[in-house]
């Protein structure tokens, strides 16, 4: 079991990404591979100067957190939002809603399952070993979650050829997810997060609106009941038994623009009693920068061993946070929960979205400082 400092500061994972590995990447470069390189290695150091406990690898070499996998599995077929809504039932009032909302949708991308999957490549497990030559410090890898994989990539049109139903998908997708699971924690990785940012839209917008866009959410059931009893079980499936790692949950309101507004609202307490039923999973990740969280009391619901990765300071803003108020909000949760199950870290990525980036490196690398003297701070007992 890796030892942390008590209050250990960590990322959500991405990291902006150097203007030229983007351009790179577009132009699909000959020296791809060594300039990925490179952008995850800035992204550690980084991290390290920034005094971040545990580290992750920015996420350089995804284009988002969740479609890279399409570069990883045969069967699968990378899409822009404008190419999947070809295949949406009502395009008119999905476009309607991708730009009510800020999304560009050429810019943004979702992997759709075409064929039956294969792994032709890990998802992760080279990255991991990559980072865990590069860093003296515990890592933390990323991967999506199975809720948000067999739901963002089931397209009618497109999937029931190979899966007839999202559940025969998600079989598959379990499979796939806890084989990686058990390779990183084979590797010695401190900690793997499966990120189910769409959780909240299943407790926010109520069963007249299954179509916001949070992951090109377009595979929804109209019952958000039982939507969330499948995530409960796809996740409990593919963690139970993995020893090593945390198992860690992340769950936002979405960071695909900088405008609050148009993000998700609400607090965690209709959604606290379905992670309670996450009995494989040993910390939830959650979001508490913004008011749009609502209040601290709705933790009380957490399993009583289950640790919180308590998200207070905003990626999306140029503001920095003061590191006195931080301390100050995490000894409120400490409170409720105990200081040993209490991680430091922003509400989410700071560069979810390759070409959408919710801030620059120098901004987020301040942030993160400002994460370590909070920590600092509450370590000396101040």
Same mark, same amino acid.
């Given at each position: 079991?890796?030892?942390?400092?008590?209050?250990?500061?960590?990322?959500?994972?991405?990291?902006?990404?150097?203007?030229?590995?983007?351009?790179?990447?577009?132009?699909?470069?000959?020296?791809?591979?060594?300039?990925?390189?490179?952008?995850?290695?800035?992204?550690?150091?980084?991290?390290?100067?920034?005094?971040?406990?545990?580290?992750?690898?920015?996420?350089?070499?995804?284009?988002?957190?969740?479609?890279?996998?399409?570069?990883?599995?045969?069967?699968?077929?990378?899409?822009?939002?404008?190419?999947?809504?070809?295949?949406?039932?009502?395009?008119?009032?999905?476009?309607?809603?991708?730009?009510?909302?800020?999304?560009?949708?050429?810019?943004?991308?979702?992997?759709?399952?075409?064929?039956?999957?294969?792994?032709?490549?890990?998802?992760?497990?080279?990255?991991?070993?990559?980072?865990?030559?590069?860093?003296?410090?515990?890592?933390?890898?990323?991967?999506?979650?199975?809720?948000?994989?067999?739901?963002?990539?089931?397209?009618?049109?497109?999937?029931?050829?190979?899966?007839?139903?999202?559940?025969?998908?998600?079989?598959?997708?379990?499979?796939?997810?806890?084989?990686? @699971?058990? %390779?990183? &924690?084979? #590797? $010695?990785?401190?900690? +793997?997060?499966?990120?189910?940012?769409? !959780?909240?839209?299943?407790?926010?917008?109520?069963?007249?609106?299954?179509?916001?866009?949070?992951?090109?959410?377009?595979?929804?059931?109209?019952?958000?009941?039982?939507?969330?009893?499948?995530?409960?079980?796809?996740?409990?499936?593919?963690?139970?038994?993995?020893?090593?790692?945390?198992?860690?949950?992340?769950?936002?309101?979405?960071?695909?623009?900088?405008?609050?507004?148009?993000?998700?609202?609400?607090?965690?307490?209709?959604?606290?009693?379905?992670?309670?039923?996450?009995?494989?999973?040993?910390?939830?990740?959650?979001?508490?920068?913004?008011?749009?969280?609502?209040?601290?009391?709705?933790?009380?619901? @957490?399993? %009583?061993? &289950?640790? #919180? $990765?308590?998200?207070? +300071?905003?990626?999306?803003?140029?503001? !920095?946070?003061?590191?006195?108020?931080?301390?100050?909000?995490?000894?409120?949760?400490?409170?409720?929960?105990?200081?040993?199950?209490?991680?430091?870290?922003?509400?989410?990525?700071?560069?979810?979205?390759?070409?959408?980036?919710?801030?620059?490196?120098?901004?987020?690398?301040?942030?993160?400082?400002?994460?370590?003297?909070?920590?600092?701070?509450?370590?000396?007992?101040?």
């Amino acid at each position: 079991m890796t030892t942390l400092p008590a209050y250990p500061v960590t990322t959500v994972g991405s990291w902006p990404r150097p203007s030229w590995l983007r351009q790179a990447t577009k132009r699909q470069s000959k020296d791809l591979a060594e300039l990925r390189d490179e952008a995850t290695l800035l992204a550690i150091k980084y991290q390290e100067d920034a005094g971040v406990d545990l580290i992750s690898d920015g996420e350089q070499r995804r284009d988002n957190f969740f479609s890279f996998v399409a570069e990883k599995l045969g069967g699968m077929k990378l899409m822009t939002l404008s190419e999947l809504l070809d295949y949406v039932e009502d395009k008119a009032g999905f476009e309607a809603l991708l730009g009510a909302l800020d999304v560009p949708a050429f810019a943004i991308k979702n992997p759709a399952v075409t064929g039956k999957l294969s792994v032709e490549r890990p998802l992760a497990v080279d990255d991991a070993r990559f980072l865990l030559e590069h860093t003296r410090k515990p890592v933390k890898v990323t991967l999506p979650g199975p809720y948000l994989l067999s739901r963002s990539t089931w397209v009618k049109q497109l999937s029931e050829g190979a899966y007839p139903t999202r559940e025969a998908l998600a079989d598959d997708v379990v499979q796939i997810l806890r084989a990686e @699971l058990i %390779a990183l &924690a084979e #590797l $010695g990785v401190a900690m +793997v997060q499966f990120d189910e940012p769409v !959780l909240t839209e299943l407790v926010f917008t109520g069963k007249a609106a299954t179509r916001t866009f949070m992951c090109a959410a377009l595979a929804a059931s109209a019952d958000p009941q039982s939507e969330l009893n499948f995530a409960v079980e796809l996740i409990n499936r593919v963690a139970e038994g993995v020893s090593g790692p945390i198992v860690g949950l992340h769950v936002c309101r979405g960071n695909w623009s900088n405008k609050e507004e148009v993000l998700l609202e609400g607090g965690y307490e209709p959604l606290i009693p379905h992670l309670a039923r996450m009995h494989a999973v040993d910390q939830f990740v959650l979001e508490y920068a913004t008011p749009r969280a609502g209040k601290l009391e709705a933790l009380r619901g @957490l399993p %009583a061993k &289950a640790q #919180l $990765g308590f998200g207070v +300071v905003n990626p999306r803003t140029a503001e !920095l946070e003061d590191p006195g108020a931080v301390a100050a909000r995490a000894r409120e949760v400490s409170e409720l929960l105990g200081p040993e199950r209490v991680f430091l870290n922003p509400d989410c990525g700071f560069g979810t979205f390759a070409e959408r980036p919710v801030n620059d490196a120098q901004t987020a690398y301040r942030k993160l400082q400002v994460l370590s003297a909070a920590a600092r701070e509450l370590r000396a007992g101040g």
